[in-house]
């Protein structure tokens, strides 16, 4: 069994979409600092989530009643 290296984090922001859209996956890879066969280290992965949080969309709550006395209300 072989031994992956994973490359350091980027120590710069990441790249912008412009630049990533025309990037090949090793680059963009090197880029965030993770392996495509591994993923990213444990400890790196509680580093990121710490500064970041969790990888998870938000979503808000919405109440049927309020939302449909806005909507009642708006004469649009």
Do not use: F
Request: aromatic fraction near 2%; proline fraction near 12%.
């Amino acid at each position: 069994m072989t031994t992956a290296t994973v490359p350091a984090p980027p120590s710069g922001p990441p790249a912008g979409i412009a630049s990533a859209a025309t990037m090949t996956v090793s680059d963009a890879l090197r880029e965030l600092g993770s392996s495509a066969h591994e993923g990213l280290p444990v400890d790196e992965v509680a580093r990121r989530q710490a500064r970041w949080g969790p990888n998870a969309v938000a979503s808000h709550k919405a109440r049927l009643l309020p939302v449909l006395w806005h909507q009642l209300r708006s004469p649009l």
